[in-house]
């Protein structure tokens, strides 16, 4: 079954975010920010590279510290 979202721990809770949703991960120090495309942050204790290893390929690392998602930059991509 392919994923679908990003797991991201809160309080005594897993959220499931939709990788549609994400605009884009950064870390800073040992936390990871998850952003969505509202703008909605969240952060994870989990590194950078175990959560770049559960993303889809239209994820790509532009930065070592930040993984975008494509689909949510508008400007680069035009649909025919």
């Given at each position: 079954?392919?994923?679908?979202?990003?797991?991201?721990?809160?309080?005594?809770?897993?959220?499931?975010?939709?990788?549609?949703?994400?605009?884009?991960l950064?870390?800073?120090?040992?936390?990871?920010?998850?952003?969505?495309?509202?703008?909605?942050?969240?952060?994870?204790?989990?590194?950078?590279n175990s959560?770049?290893?559960?993303?889809p390929?239209?994820f790509?690392?532009?930065?070592r510290?930040?993984?975008?998602?494509l689909?949510?930059?508008?400007?680069?991509?035009?649909?025919?």
């Open positions: 079954k392919k994923r679908t979202s990003l797991p991201i721990k809160k309080d005594n809770s897993i959220k499931l975010i939709d990788f549609e949703d994400i605009a884009y950064n870390s800073k120090d040992k936390y990871v920010n998850v952003v969505e495309v509202n703008g909605t942050r969240h952060l994870s204790d989990k590194s950078l959560l770049n290893e559960l993303l390929d239209y790509i690392r532009v930065h510290w930040s993984p975008d998602n689909y949510s930059r508008n400007c680069f991509w035009k649909v025919y």
